[in-house]
């Protein structure tokens, strides 16, 4: 009777220790897992700021590019008028002689 009892005990304990085995393992993959996850997270984030990083840098340039276009524009109609008013002024100063 001894004998059948240890023999139980054993056959029980070594049921529990695969169990363990089995439930640590399943712990381990599914930690993996979330740390798998974590770091696609991850990466996606710093992706989207690489992106958004990009098209603010575009869109700087492209105002820059509006800017520089208005003050060339600006410059062209300042001459023009500089030229007309140069224009005027010698008509004027040949009527007054």
Do not use: H, P, W
């Not at 996606?44 to 700021?49: K, L, M, P, T």
């Not at 208005?70 to 224009?87: H, L, P, S």
């Amino acid at each position: 009777m001894r004998k059948i009892i240890l023999a139980s005990m054993a056959a029980a304990a070594f049921s529990l220790a695969a169990c363990s085995e089995k439930a640590q393992q399943e712990t381990s993959e599914a930690g993996d897992a979330i740390a798998a996850d974590a770091a696609s997270a991850g990466d996606a984030v710093a992706d989207g700021a690489a992106d958004a990083a990009d098209a603010t840098a575009d869109a700087a340039k492209d105002a820059g590019n509006a800017v520089e276009g208005t003050v060339n524009a600006a410059g062209d109609a300042a001459a023009a008028a500089g030229d007309k008013i140069a224009d005027e002024t010698k008509k004027a100063e040949a009527n007054d002689k």
